[in-house]
T-cell receptor
Framework: EAGVVQSPRYKIIEKKQPVAFWCNPISGHNTLYWYRQNLGQGPELLIRYENEEAVDDSQLPKDRFSAERLKGVDSTLKIQPAELGDSAVYLC??????????????FGPGTRLTVT | QQQVKQSPQSLIVQKGGISIINCAYENTAFDYFPWYQQFPGKGPALLIAIRPDVSEKKEGRFTISFNKSAKQFSLHIMDSQPGDSATYFCATTDSWGKLQFGAGTQVVVTP
């Protein structure tokens, strides 16, 4: 079974430029997450989708970040314009949420963003 | 606001030794306590998890000890191997499935 796929794996951009990350979750997983992981820290949730609906975007900096999950499968996370502080690893995760079952999230390898 | 406090930040252990990582949480609404293992260039992967109605869970060389009254839980890695060298994150999950991670512990196992 294929895992969570993310692209690109690495991205270097200048500040004020736009950037987009793509995620393909595990087939059949209804819930998709985007996390940001700063160096030396644990991942922090940016947004959570249940199917096509964003059910938790409270930590997403909406002035510059946007996300979409069309047709409830693939998702794209965009930053426009990027700032130096956005340099981090952006992780996508997915899970199959069943009533009464623990929410086991499967993570992709992440996209390492460097803003210069 | 960090809801999960993890220590130590890093540790070095000899092959065959025991690695112990501790976490403390504040919110008693958390109902699932997973540990994730992350290798460089990879995403975190679930290692082992425990529910608060159990005080200990063991899977192979990995054991979680859970102290509900103290709001603390720990990961023990027995007979540590060089392949265990990684960063370990404790986490908490609420009833909505929201994961909150600790800051991580970098474990280095020396030959």
């Amino acid at each position: 079974e294929a895992g969570v796929v993310q692209s690109p794996r690495y991205k270097i951009i200048e500040k004020k430029q736009p950037v987009a990350f793509w995620c393909n979750p595990i087939s059949g997983h209804n819930t998709l997450y985007w996390y940001r992981q700063n160096l030396g820290q644990g991942p922090e949730l940016l947004i959570r989708y249940e199917n096509e609906e964003a059910v938790d975007d409270s930590q997403l900096p909406k002035d510059r970040f946007s996300a979409e999950r069309l047709k409830g499968v693939d998702s794209t996370l965009k930053i426009q314009p990027a700032e130096l502080g956005d340099s981090a690893v952006y992780l996508c995760a997915s899970s199959l949420d069943l009533v009464g079952q623990p929410y086991e999230q499967y993570f992709g390898p992440g996209t390492r963003l460097t803003v210069t | 606001q960090q809801q999960v406090k993890q220590s130590p930040q890093s540790l070095i252990v000899q092959k065959g030794g025991i690695s112990i990582i501790n976490c403390a949480y504040e919110n008693t609404a958390f109902d699932y306590f997973p540990w994730y293992q992350q290798f460089p260039g990879k995403g975190p992967a679930l290692l082992i998890a425990i529910r608060p109605d159990v005080s200990e869970k063991k899977e192979g060389r990995f054991t979680i000890s859970f102290n509900k009254s103290a709001k603390q839980f720990s990961l023990h890695i027995m007979d540590s191997q060089p392949g265990d060298s990684a960063t370990y994150f404790c986490a908490t999950t609420d009833s909505w499935g929201k994961l909150q991670f600790g800051a991580g512990t970098q474990v280095v196992v020396t030959p």
